[in-house]
T-cell receptor, first 115, second 113 residues
Protein backbone atom coordinates (compact mmCIF):
# COMPACT_ATOMS: atom_id res chain seq x y z
CA UNK A 1 0.00 0.00 0.00
CA UNK A 2 1.53 3.30 -1.08
CA UNK A 3 2.30 5.90 1.53
CA UNK A 4 1.96 9.64 1.11
CA UNK A 5 3.55 10.65 -2.17
CA UNK A 6 4.83 14.12 -2.95
CA UNK A 7 6.11 15.56 -6.19
CA UNK A 8 8.51 16.81 -7.22
CA UNK A 9 11.19 15.77 -4.72
CA UNK A 10 13.45 18.71 -5.53
CA UNK A 11 12.76 22.03 -7.20
CA UNK A 12 14.80 25.14 -7.96
CA UNK A 13 12.95 28.37 -8.74
CA UNK A 14 13.87 32.01 -9.24
CA UNK A 15 12.60 34.82 -7.04
CA UNK A 16 9.22 36.08 -8.21
CA UNK A 17 8.23 32.83 -9.86
CA UNK A 18 5.29 30.61 -8.98
CA UNK A 19 5.47 27.02 -7.78
CA UNK A 20 2.98 24.17 -7.43
CA UNK A 21 3.65 21.24 -5.13
CA UNK A 22 1.57 18.08 -5.21
CA UNK A 23 0.56 15.50 -2.65
CA UNK A 24 -1.35 12.22 -2.83
CA UNK A 25 -2.57 10.95 0.54
CA UNK A 26 -2.78 7.37 1.67
CA UNK A 27 -5.74 5.60 0.11
CA UNK A 28 -8.80 6.17 2.30
CA UNK A 29 -7.37 9.25 3.99
CA UNK A 30 -9.53 12.31 3.47
CA UNK A 31 -7.43 14.93 5.25
CA UNK A 32 -4.27 16.56 3.91
CA UNK A 33 -2.11 19.02 5.80
CA UNK A 34 0.84 21.06 4.57
CA UNK A 35 3.87 22.05 6.64
CA UNK A 36 6.93 24.16 5.88
CA UNK A 37 10.26 23.21 7.44
CA UNK A 38 13.07 25.71 7.20
CA UNK A 39 16.56 24.30 7.73
CA UNK A 40 17.31 23.80 11.41
CA UNK A 41 13.72 24.35 12.54
CA UNK A 42 10.70 22.21 13.22
CA UNK A 43 7.84 22.07 10.70
CA UNK A 44 5.36 24.95 10.68
CA UNK A 45 1.68 24.42 9.86
CA UNK A 46 0.46 26.01 6.62
CA UNK A 47 -2.94 24.50 5.72
CA UNK A 48 -5.27 21.64 6.41
CA UNK A 49 -7.92 20.39 4.01
CA UNK A 50 -10.62 17.87 4.76
CA UNK A 51 -13.30 16.72 2.34
CA UNK A 52 -12.09 19.39 -0.11
CA UNK A 53 -12.65 22.25 2.31
CA UNK A 54 -10.04 24.33 4.10
CA UNK A 55 -10.21 23.50 7.80
CA UNK A 56 -7.32 25.55 9.03
CA UNK A 57 -4.67 28.00 7.98
CA UNK A 58 -1.40 28.90 9.62
CA UNK A 59 0.34 32.23 9.82
CA UNK A 60 1.46 32.44 6.20
CA UNK A 61 0.91 35.26 3.67
CA UNK A 62 -1.76 35.15 0.97
CA UNK A 63 0.95 34.16 -1.52
CA UNK A 64 0.38 30.66 -0.17
CA UNK A 65 -2.75 28.86 -1.30
CA UNK A 66 -3.90 25.28 -1.57
CA UNK A 67 -6.75 23.12 -2.71
CA UNK A 68 -7.93 19.55 -2.41
CA UNK A 69 -9.38 17.57 -5.29
CA UNK A 70 -12.28 15.06 -5.34
CA UNK A 71 -9.77 12.19 -5.13
CA UNK A 72 -8.35 13.87 -1.94
CA UNK A 73 -5.02 14.74 -3.52
CA UNK A 74 -3.85 18.27 -2.89
CA UNK A 75 -1.80 21.08 -4.36
CA UNK A 76 0.11 23.80 -2.56
CA UNK A 77 0.73 26.94 -4.59
CA UNK A 78 3.16 29.69 -3.74
CA UNK A 79 3.22 32.91 -5.78
CA UNK A 80 5.90 35.60 -6.02
CA UNK A 81 8.56 33.40 -4.47
CA UNK A 82 11.00 34.90 -2.00
CA UNK A 83 14.37 33.60 -0.94
CA UNK A 84 12.85 32.89 2.48
CA UNK A 85 10.43 30.41 0.93
CA UNK A 86 13.32 28.00 0.49
CA UNK A 87 12.41 25.05 2.67
CA UNK A 88 11.27 21.45 2.82
CA UNK A 89 7.51 21.30 2.22
CA UNK A 90 5.86 18.35 3.89
CA UNK A 91 2.45 16.87 3.25
CA UNK A 92 0.69 14.83 5.92
CA UNK A 93 -2.40 12.71 5.53
CA UNK A 94 -4.85 11.32 8.03
CA UNK A 95 -8.24 9.67 7.97
CA UNK A 96 -9.85 12.49 9.91
CA UNK A 97 -8.92 16.17 10.26
CA UNK A 98 -8.19 16.12 13.97
CA UNK A 99 -4.86 14.87 15.19
CA UNK A 100 -6.77 12.26 17.15
CA UNK A 101 -5.44 8.86 17.98
CA UNK A 102 -3.09 7.84 15.25
CA UNK A 103 -1.02 10.88 14.40
CA UNK A 104 -0.20 11.87 10.88
CA UNK A 105 1.60 10.07 8.08
CA UNK A 106 4.04 12.35 6.35
CA UNK A 107 5.43 12.21 2.86
CA UNK A 108 9.13 12.57 2.11
CA UNK A 109 8.70 16.20 1.20
CA UNK A 110 9.58 18.57 -1.62
CA UNK A 111 12.85 20.46 -1.22
CA UNK A 112 12.28 23.94 -2.72
CA UNK A 113 15.24 26.19 -3.34
CA UNK A 114 14.61 29.79 -4.39
CA UNK A 115 17.57 31.56 -5.99
CA UNK B 1 5.58 29.98 16.23
CA UNK B 2 7.18 27.03 17.97
CA UNK B 3 5.23 25.52 20.84
CA UNK B 4 7.59 22.86 22.09
CA UNK B 5 11.20 23.19 23.01
CA UNK B 6 13.31 20.05 22.93
CA UNK B 7 16.27 19.58 25.20
CA UNK B 8 19.05 18.93 24.50
CA UNK B 9 19.46 20.35 21.00
CA UNK B 10 22.00 17.64 20.23
CA UNK B 11 22.90 14.36 21.90
CA UNK B 12 25.71 11.94 21.07
CA UNK B 13 25.84 8.48 22.65
CA UNK B 14 27.35 5.04 22.09
CA UNK B 15 25.41 2.15 20.67
CA UNK B 16 23.66 0.23 23.43
CA UNK B 17 23.23 3.25 25.70
CA UNK B 18 19.88 4.86 26.47
CA UNK B 19 18.92 8.23 25.03
CA UNK B 20 16.58 10.65 26.77
CA UNK B 21 15.10 13.71 25.13
CA UNK B 22 12.87 16.25 26.80
CA UNK B 23 10.16 18.53 25.49
CA UNK B 24 8.45 21.48 27.11
CA UNK B 25 5.36 23.23 25.79
CA UNK B 26 3.30 26.26 26.66
CA UNK B 27 -0.44 25.73 26.25
CA UNK B 28 -3.05 23.12 27.15
CA UNK B 29 -2.93 20.12 24.85
CA UNK B 30 -5.10 17.27 23.59
CA UNK B 31 -2.14 15.07 22.91
CA UNK B 32 1.60 15.13 22.37
CA UNK B 33 3.36 13.21 19.65
CA UNK B 34 6.96 12.32 18.88
CA UNK B 35 8.31 12.11 15.35
CA UNK B 36 11.64 11.05 13.88
CA UNK B 37 13.25 12.61 10.82
CA UNK B 38 16.19 11.13 8.97
CA UNK B 39 18.50 13.44 7.01
CA UNK B 40 15.96 16.23 6.48
CA UNK B 41 13.40 14.00 4.82
CA UNK B 42 9.88 13.00 5.84
CA UNK B 43 8.73 12.67 9.43
CA UNK B 44 7.91 9.27 10.89
CA UNK B 45 5.31 9.09 13.63
CA UNK B 46 6.69 7.28 16.67
CA UNK B 47 4.18 7.54 19.47
CA UNK B 48 1.20 9.59 20.65
CA UNK B 49 0.29 10.20 24.27
CA UNK B 50 -3.00 11.77 25.26
CA UNK B 51 -3.32 14.50 27.86
CA UNK B 52 -4.95 12.09 30.33
CA UNK B 53 -2.11 9.55 30.04
CA UNK B 54 1.12 9.69 32.01
CA UNK B 55 3.26 7.03 30.36
CA UNK B 56 3.26 5.00 27.18
CA UNK B 57 5.51 2.33 25.72
CA UNK B 58 6.16 1.17 22.19
CA UNK B 59 8.99 -1.30 21.66
CA UNK B 60 12.20 0.41 22.79
CA UNK B 61 10.41 3.74 23.24
CA UNK B 62 9.02 5.09 26.47
CA UNK B 63 7.21 8.41 26.63
CA UNK B 64 6.11 10.24 29.74
CA UNK B 65 3.86 13.26 30.02
CA UNK B 66 3.53 15.67 32.93
CA UNK B 67 0.75 18.12 32.13
CA UNK B 68 1.29 20.02 35.39
CA UNK B 69 4.82 20.86 34.27
CA UNK B 70 3.89 20.99 30.58
CA UNK B 71 6.68 18.62 29.74
CA UNK B 72 7.31 15.25 28.13
CA UNK B 73 10.27 12.95 27.74
CA UNK B 74 11.19 10.34 25.16
CA UNK B 75 13.45 7.48 26.22
CA UNK B 76 15.04 5.23 23.62
CA UNK B 77 16.56 2.16 25.24
CA UNK B 78 19.45 0.09 23.90
CA UNK B 79 20.09 2.56 21.10
CA UNK B 80 21.32 1.49 17.68
CA UNK B 81 23.22 3.34 14.97
CA UNK B 82 19.99 3.32 12.94
CA UNK B 83 18.37 5.50 15.63
CA UNK B 84 20.55 8.40 14.47
CA UNK B 85 18.06 11.08 13.44
CA UNK B 86 16.35 14.27 14.54
CA UNK B 87 13.50 13.82 17.02
CA UNK B 88 10.64 16.28 17.30
CA UNK B 89 7.86 16.63 19.79
CA UNK B 90 4.60 18.03 18.47
CA UNK B 91 1.53 19.13 20.36
CA UNK B 92 -2.09 19.15 19.40
CA UNK B 93 -3.59 22.02 21.33
CA UNK B 94 -6.94 21.87 23.03
CA UNK B 95 -9.58 24.24 21.79
CA UNK B 96 -10.39 25.24 18.24
CA UNK B 97 -6.97 24.66 16.69
CA UNK B 98 -6.68 20.95 17.41
CA UNK B 99 -6.42 20.14 13.73
CA UNK B 100 -2.79 21.19 13.56
CA UNK B 101 0.46 20.12 15.15
CA UNK B 102 2.88 22.59 16.66
CA UNK B 103 6.45 21.32 16.54
CA UNK B 104 9.54 22.09 18.54
CA UNK B 105 12.97 22.63 17.00
CA UNK B 106 14.05 19.06 17.56
CA UNK B 107 16.89 17.09 19.13
CA UNK B 108 19.61 15.72 16.88
CA UNK B 109 20.56 12.27 18.17
CA UNK B 110 23.79 10.65 17.02
CA UNK B 111 24.38 7.02 17.98
CA UNK B 112 28.00 6.01 17.45
CA UNK B 113 28.73 2.36 16.56
Amino acid sequence: DAGVTQSPTHLIKTRGQHVTLRCSPISGHKSVSWYQQVLGQGPQFIFQYYEKEERGRGNFPDRFSARQFPNYSSELNVNALLLGDSALYLCASSFQPLTGIYGYTFGSGTRLTVV
Amino acid sequence: SQQGEEDPQALSIQEGENATMNCSYKTSINNLQWYRQNSGRGLVHLILIRSNEREKHSGRLRVTLDTSKKSSSLLITASRAADTASYFCATSNSGGSNYKLTFGKGTLLTVNP
